[in-house]
């Protein structure tokens, strides 16, 4: 079973920076698609940000230019660096990682920005 652990969540000054960690066991997770997912309250779980096992990324329209995302397949690990935060970013972020068909999901990290 695969279990994910998110770290790195915070509260932050609009223009600020914050980088999201989710660490991964009981996965093949070099060949796993992983990804982060954020729910502001009362909006829907959107996409941010997703790469595959070869290292192709997409990007919510919202955070292009602003956010990377990147996975280090030694450390089992996937990032987020946001970069020029907006109190619009103000969310749950929640790890993915998608195999086999099979997505799980971590418990999730509060990242809120301040205007």
């Known amino acids: 079973q695969v279990q994910l652990v998110e770290s790195g969540g915070g509260l932050v000054q609009a223009g600020g920076s914050l980088r999201l960690s989710c660490a991964a066991s009981?996965?093949?997770?070099?060949?796993?698609?992983m990804g982060w997912y954020r729910q502001a309250p009362g909006k829907q779980r959107e996409l941010v940000a997703r790469?595959?096992?070869?290292?192709?990324?997409n990007y919510a329209d919202s955070v292009k230019g602003r956010f990377t995302i990147s996975r280090d397949n030694a450390k089992n690990t996937v990032y987020l660096q946001m970069n020029t935060l907006k109190p619009e970013d103000t969310a749950v972020y929640y790890c993915?990682?998608?195999?086999?068909?099979?997505?799980?999901w971590g418990q999730g990290t509060q990242v809120t920005v301040t205007s």
């Open positions: 993915y990682h998608s195999l086999y068909g099979i997505d799980s």
């Open positions: 009981g996965s093949i997770f070099s060949i796993a698609l």
């Open positions: 790469i595959s096992s070869g290292g192709g990324t």
